[in-house]
């Protein structure tokens, strides 16, 4: 399969650890992206290549993968950081990108 | 810093054309392959096309095959995406976004969006 599987919704409480999951056959070879999308904001970078992160992009936010599956932490989560996340990498097939559905986090 | 600045959206009708363009600004435009990315209204990101630096080959998401064309003019620092025949399945917002540098990210910087409704 080319495609990559993203859980639509998921809660932190303020201050508390949350993992974002994206799942997928191509992860096996490429490592993932993420990207926070704010309403009427574009796509904004945040983790690439498994675990670094672009300049201004707090340290709360890592990244990490295994097998098929990558994942996005966010330690001591914020108000702030309430978005939608979605993960991106190559399809192994075919030359195009996959981006997974998007996980909405709610911070309560 | 790096910039990506889109125009060109609008309504149109079923059947109807567009042209979206993108101007870069703050790095080598011709070093970097350009991706189109677009959004339905209240749905993810859904990869659409890519043009590598040069322009030597482009990709195309299977929906819009043989509808859309990317293409660029790296001595105006422009890139485009003809949408012909459009349907209204293609109302969404549209990104460009860098490709990233080697060994970086896919996708690094995104252009603002451009809204293209296509409604009769």
């Known amino acids: 399969s080319s495609e990559l599987t993203q859980d639509p919704a998921v809660s932190v409480a303020l201050g508390q650890t949350v993992r974002i999951t994206c799942q997928g056959d191509?992860?096996?070879?490429?490592?993932a992206g993420w990207y926070q999308q704010k309403p009427g904001q574009a796509p904004l970078l945040v983790i690439y290549?498994?675990?670094n992160r672009p300049s201004g992009i707090p340290d709360r936010f890592s990244g990490s993968n295994s097998g098929n599956t990558a994942s996005l932490t966010i330690t001591g989560a914020q108000a702030d950081d309430e978005a939608d996340y979605y993960c991106?990498?190559?399809?192994?097939?075919?030359?195009?990108?996959?981006f997974g559905g998007g996980t909405r986090l709610t911070v309560v | 810093q790096v910039q990506l600045v889109q125009s060109g959206g609008g309504v149109v009708q079923p059947g109807g054309s567009l042209r979206l363009s993108c101007v870069a600004s703050?790095?080598?435009?011709?070093?970097?392959?350009i991706h189109w990315v677009r959004q339905a209204p209240g749905k993810g990101l859904e990869w659409v096309a890519f043009?590598?630096?040069?322009?030597?080959?482009?990709y195309y998401v299977d929906s819009i095959k043989g509808r859309f064309t990317i293409s660029r003019d790296n001595s105006r620092n422009t890139l485009y995406l003809q949408m012909d025949s459009l349907r209204n399945e293609d109302t969404a917002l549209y990104y460009c976004?860098?490709?990233?540098?080697?060994?970086?990210?896919?996708?690094?910087?995104w252009g603002q969006g451009s809204l293209v409704t296509v409604s009769s």
């Open positions: 043009i590598r630096f040069d322009g030597s080959d482009q």
């Open positions: 290549n498994k675990n």
């Open positions: 191509s992860l096996r070879t490429y490592y």
């Open positions: 976004a860098r490709d990233g540098p080697s060994r970086g990210p896919l996708i690094d910087y």
């Open positions: 703050g790095f080598t435009f011709s070093n970097f392959g």
């Open positions: 991106n990498t190559r399809d192994t097939i075919n030359p195009r990108v996959l």
